[in-house]
């Protein structure tokens, strides 16, 4: 049996882009039939059995485009597998958004009965511009926001393992349940 899965994201300078691919290719290792695509670009849901959605955290506010496919979609997934992941601010360790006030209330976890919540650390561009880049710059001392690559992953197979592929203890390599 094939479990389709989406991951779609929202992003402004690519970084939950990223995030989003590298859960893809996770789940694609687990043997999961995997879709990424941008929260915006997606006109439909039909035919998917799951869902990773992301999007990016500004000014304490989910991505807009995030938050308008779980209006969009959100019956339609309300009885269907989500699980729900924000990115930022930089500097910020991975985690899930109990010690963020007011950030996590932006996110529709219950709109679309998520599974999990979880947040990533933002990235800044190496060379932000203007007067913002230059606040950016000098407010986190160059910290570019770099990821615990491994916590995405560990993430992304505890996701297939909840699927029924793989084995959220260790990283790729495993057969789905036949």
């Known amino acids: 049996m094939t479990t389709r899965v989406l991951v779609a994201y929202a992003t402004r300078n690519r970084g939950t882009a990223g995030i989003a ?3 893809g290719a996770d789940l694609i290792s687990e043997g999961l039939e995997v879709k990424v695509a941008p929260a915006k670009a997606v006109h439909s849901v039909a035919g998917y059995d799951a869902f990773v959605l992301g999007g990016a955290m500004h000014g304490g506010r989910w991505a807009h485009d995030a938050r ?3 209006e ?12 729900l992941l924000s990115s930022g601010p930089a500097g910020r360790p991975a985690g899930n958004h109990d010690d963020e ?8 976890a219950g709109r679309v009965h998520a599974r999990d ?4 650390g933002g990235r800044l561009r190496a060379d932000p511009e203007g007067l913002l880049g230059l ?3 000098t407010r986190h001392r160059g910290h570019t926001g770099d990821r615990e690559e491994q916590e995405i992953d560990n993430w992304a197979h505890e996701v297939a393992a909840e699927l029924g592929f793989g084995d959220a203890s260790s990283p790729s390599g495993r057969q789905p349940p036949s």
Do not use: M
């Open 72 to 83: 969009r979609f959100g019956p339609q997934l309300a009885d269907r597998p989500v699980w």
């Open 21 to 23: 691919e590298r859960i």
């Open 117 to 120: 919540l979880k947040r990533f």
């Open 68 to 70: 308008s496919f779980a």
């Open 101 to 108: 006030p007011g950030g996590a209330a932006d996110v529709p």
């Open 135 to 137: 606040v950016r710059r």
